[in-house]
């Protein structure tokens, strides 16, 4: 059985990530959603809420689990069971600081990172350009799981 991890922050999921949630879960057996739960970050939604928020915009996919992590994403991956991370890249931009973070996680234990190319239709999205336009009153509904865009509408009240 292939378990591989799809680790990230998630303030809040976008259909980029959820996107590249579901390629994973159609190709490996397991796919763990680990949530960063950064006290030193501040967030718009806890990390509560964003695993909540997760399961909710993929309630079909069942090999997905999701929790939240604290610390090393390497030691969270062996506490899971898991050796491999999946990343999306939406651009060449993205390349430079996620090869970097893929050679020191392999550095930390014996980890291997998968890349997926983001979807072109989502490569220009970002859970902070959604927060931003979400806090400035544009609509992002085209851009975020209908549960996402109910939350974001609750929150920015
Ligand atoms: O969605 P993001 O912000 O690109 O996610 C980044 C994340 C959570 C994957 C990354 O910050 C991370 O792995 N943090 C855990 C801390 C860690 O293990 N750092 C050392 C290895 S680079």
């Known amino acids: 059985m292939t378990s591989v991890l799809c680790p990230g922050s998630f303030d809040p999921p976008t259909n980029g990530h959820v996107d590249v949630i579901r390629r994973a879960s159609s190709m490996f057996d397991r796919v763990v959603v680990a949530v960063i739960r950064n006290p030193s970050k501040t967030s718009l939604f806890t990390a509560d809420e964003r695993v909540d928020l997760l399961r909710r915009s993929m309630p ?13 994403l390497v030691d969270f991956a062996e506490a899971h069971d898991v050796d491999v991370i999946v990343k999306g890249l939406r651009a060449v931009s993205d390349f430079d600081y996620e090869l970097a973070m893929a050679q020191m996680n392999r550095s930390l234990r014996d980890v291997e990172t998968l ?16 927060r931003e336009v979400a806090r400035l009153g544009g609509t992002v509904d085209e851009l975020v799981p209908e549960v996402v865009a109910e939350a974001l509408k609750e929150k920015l009240v």
């Not at 079909?60 to 090393?72: K, R």
């Not at 890349?115 to 959604?130: D, M």
């Open 60 to 72: 079909d996919l069942t090999n997905v689990e999701y929790d939240s992590f604290e610390g090393l």
């Open 115 to 130: 890349f997926i190319p983001t979807n072109p239709e989502w490569s220009y999205l970002s859970s902070s350009l959604v």
